[in-house]
């Protein structure tokens, strides 16, 4: 079945910098495009960026352009997301996503992990 | 990159059917049609439970059921049930990013 799990969330002070892991199973992880999802405490879901299933093409929100990254290692099935210069505003839950071919939709989501921007 | 706009709440008691309104633009749907819901339950990732406007995942119940017009999308839970009670979310995807809706909380009274 597939399996989506995030790692290196954590308290981190405002202007430092923190690495995500999402490490798939259960499927083809080259062959389909991945997502990271936020969610603040208590708001809704924000989306931050989309990378396609060869590494070719990257997006981001506006709001974390030019301090996130996004990457994957096909060969260890694992997605990433490097974030510098955090802030306060990027505290929230972490999520990584799988996209599902053809139907710009995300089927499976991993549990999260919490990334805390806090002096 | 403003969010699609959705009810705060919405509430029905058992048995009852719902509608969750889902409005952007045109510039937010763009041309694929591709307009998902979840449902996020408290403490949980969110499951996908609608997408391409109307279809259904494997697994998911027949009771829910979406459909689009113009520049708002709809989400539509029929035969309420206490489990039904979480929070929905729209979105649209339009290649290069996902544009998410502000949620909206159901309550099953």
């Known amino acids: 079945q597939v399996q989506l799990v995030e790692s290196g969330g954590g308290v981190v002070q405002p202007g430092r910098s923190l690495r995500l892991s999402c490490a798939a199973s259960?499927?083809?992880?080259?062959?389909?495009?991945m997502h990271w999802v936020r969610q603040a405490p208590g708001q809704g879901l924000e989306w931050v960026a989309v990378i396609r299933y060869d590494g070719t093409n990257k997006y981001y929100a506006d709001s974390v352009k030019g301090r996130f990254t996004i990457s994957r290692d096909n060969s260890k099935s694992t997605l990433y997301l490097q974030m510098n210069s955090l802030r306060a505003e990027d505290t929230a839950v972490y999520y990584c996503a799988k996209e599902s071919y053809g139907s710009g939709s995300t089927d499976y989501w991993g549990q999260g992990t919490l990334v805390t921007v806090s002096s | 990159q403003s969010a699609l706009t959705q009810p705060a709440s919405v509430s029905g008691s058992p048995g009852q059917s719902i509608t969750i309104s889902c409005t952007g633009t045109?510039?937010?749907?763009?041309?694929?049609?591709?307009v998902s819901w979840y449902q996020q339950r408290p403490g949980k990732a969110p499951k996908l439970i609608i997408y391409?406007?109307?279809k259904r995942p494997s697994g998911v119940s027949d009771r829910f059921s979406g459909s689009k017009s113009d520049n708002t999308a709809s989400l539509t839970i029929s035969g309420l049930q206490a489990e039904d009670e979480a929070d929905y979310y729209c979105s649209s995807y339009t290649y290069i990013r996902i544009v998410f809706g502000g949620g909206t909380k159901l309550t099953v009274l």
């Open positions: 045109s510039s937010d749907f763009g041309v694929y049609n591709y």
């Open positions: 259960g499927f083809t992880f080259s062959s389909f495009g």
């Open positions: 391409n406007i109307s």
